[in-house]
């Protein structure tokens, strides 16, 4: 049997964000949050994974993705990333997602909320199971859904926070881009769980397209 790794994957900016300021439905990121995976969006990984088959560019960012993203099986994520709501659903103008009837996930994901919900099966192999009872219960069932696959912890940034505090992340990898946001959503706001030591830097990528892409291991 492989083994799974929990993997938490996310772009930051130079000084430290993970979505800019003033967050609102037509700009779930806030300001300029967007320029943080306009490196994402050029890659042929993504254009191929989200049904632009063919777009985007083969190059080092695309390869790194497809060696991460590749081996995933189920993924973790906030109410946040995936509705961008807050509160009982019924209240939720966004309630089935940003991604349409086939979301480009292809897996089980599991979303943290304190909302109950009933699971939410969409086209092309997704569906949404709502957790209402903590991090390690919305791991646990992950870990179950991805069988020999990787678990990814999809953000945002308190997600992340929440499980590096807990001690369940095997894998980090962050995407520096080469912007500033001048405020925002930090993402290591408080943290101080972690010391340097207990990290071993696995690898560093400087891309063509500015980005750096550093991973550690617990």
């Known amino acids: 049997m492989g083994m799974t790794n929990v993997i938490f994957d996310i772009s930051m900016s130079l000084d430290g964000y993970v979505a800019g300021p003033d967050p609102s439905d037509e700009d779930p990121l806030g300001r300029g949050g967007e320029l943080l995976h306009e490196w994402l969006f050029a890659t042929r990984y993504f254009n191929d994974t989200h049904g632009t088959k063919g777009g985007g560019d083969d190059n080092d960012d695309s390869r790194l993705l497809d060696q991460t993203w590749g081996g995933i099986r189920a993924e973790v994520m906030g109410r946040g990333k995936f509705s961008g709501g807050s509160g009982p659903w019924e209240a939720d103008g966004n309630a089935r997602g940003w991604w349409g009837d086939e979301p480009p996930f292809h897996y089980p ?103 750096v892409h550093v991973s550690y291991r617990r």
């Open 109 to 211: 994901v599991f979303v943290l909320t304190r909302h109950p919900r009933v699971p939410l099966p969409m086209e092309g192999g997704t569906t949404f199971t709502f957790v209402s009872d903590g991090i390690e219960s919305a791991l646990d069932q992950a870990r179950a859904a991805a069988a020999d696959g990787d678990v990814l912890i999809g953000g945002g940034a308190a997600v992340g926070q929440q499980y590096l505090k807990a001690g369940l992340v095997d894998e980090m990898h962050l995407h520096i881009a080469p912007v500033f946001l001048g405020g925002g959503r930090r993402l290591f706001e408080n943290h101080t769980s972690a010391a340097p030591a207990q990290l071993e830097r696995t690898g560093v990528v400087a891309s063509p397209s500015g980005v």
